[in-house]
């Protein structure tokens, strides 16, 4: 690691927005739960992910287990009783003018995030194992609200190992270590971007915040055991998702003010998300210039593949999607963490991947 710098244990702690869920519809077969139980048995040819045999049934993109725990979800960020899909009228105009505005969306600063210009140059100085602690430092000095989230992290009960409060920001750099700055710096960096106006849905922006921190933090703990796998490009992912449910938001409550005399319904903006919301992480991934491995793995999420049929970075992105979104209904709901496993597995997640990323989307960082 960078020189002089301490690589301190650390429970990560950020994750990111609901998967794509077109096709929610989909039946799956009375006998899933048993055959994924057997599954979760037995020794898995890749890490994290449960042996299919030749006799058992596919697991699909989406179920209806996983149909209902999502629109649970859409129903809690938008505050809604009850969702009604038949739109019509001029809500319809909205939705197609959404849908017609998707593929330049890109193009415009106020509904498409840019990649933040620090995150490179931090990246390579953490990666690079001549660089100084002085340096990195330097870097994050930069970005106010990042050398507040390292000082912030580091006086966590999970570093502070002292009871006099850490106020020196080459001190925290050293106890945070490497992986430690890695996992705080995708957030830190994007979570100015999930703001919205207020006016309607003004819970939208803190529960998409709290799923994507949430799924990128389970995204993380599913790659975890895989050697081919980036945590960190999983946790990116995670966010990246997120943030093209942002995007959509902004996109119709645009279209939504050239309809004066019209109010926002909720069901418009989650049909919307639930049509191109994978679509739109994909892009923002391609104009990210992330690696061909990512964008493979945000384009597995485009053509809903079955789970088994993903490649590793797809499967954590995957689950860890969902793992937030069931995390965040856990953390402000009702919802059991038991009944979130099962439904993992039931996925084909085998049980102890399905237990560790419940147990990372289910951690608070303020309090690790």
Known sequence: MFADLHVGPFFLAIAVVAASVGSIYWRRRSSRAADAAKRSAANTTSPGWAEVKEDDAPVEYSSEATAAAIEQYQRLAFSAGRIDYHISGQHAVVLDAVTASVASSIHERDYFPRRPMQLPRLLQAINDTESTR??????????????????????????????????????????????GLRSLLATALLQPVFRVPKGYFDMFAEVTWEQARRSAQAAEACSRGDRDSDPFVAQLLGLVSSLAGIVLFR??????????????????????????????????????????????????????????????????????????????????????????????????????????????????????
Not at 158 to 167: D, G, H, N
Not at 336 to 354: F, P, S
Request: hydrophobic share 45%; aromatic share 6%; with cysteine.
């Open 134 to 179: 002085q340096r990195l430092v330097k870097l994050i000095l930069e970005d106010p609200s990042l050398a507040g989230a390292v000082l912030k992290r580091a006086n966590s009960a999970f570093y502070r190992i002292s009871p006099v409060p850490v106020e020196r920001l080459d001190r925290a750099v050293a106890m945070l270590g490497a992986a």
């Open 251 to 368: 996109l119709a409550m645009e279209k939504y003010r050239e309809q004066p005399n019209l109010l926002p319904r909720a069901e418009v903006f989650i049909t919307a998300m639930q049509l191109h919301q994978a679509e739109l992480a994909c892009m923002i991934a391609r104009s990210w210039e992330m690696s061909d491995m990512s964008l493979q793995a945000a384009q597995e999420q485009v053509s809903k593949l079955p789970p088994q049929e993903m490649s590793l970075l797809g499967r954590a992105m995957y689950y860890g999607n969902l793992c937030g979104a069931l995390a965040v209904l856990h953390s402000r709901s009702s919802y059991v963490g038991k009944v979130a496993i099962r439904l993992l597995i039931d996925q084909g997640l085998d049980a102890q991947t399905a237990t560790a990323s419940w147990q990372a989307a289910t951690a608070d960082p303020d309090k690790n």
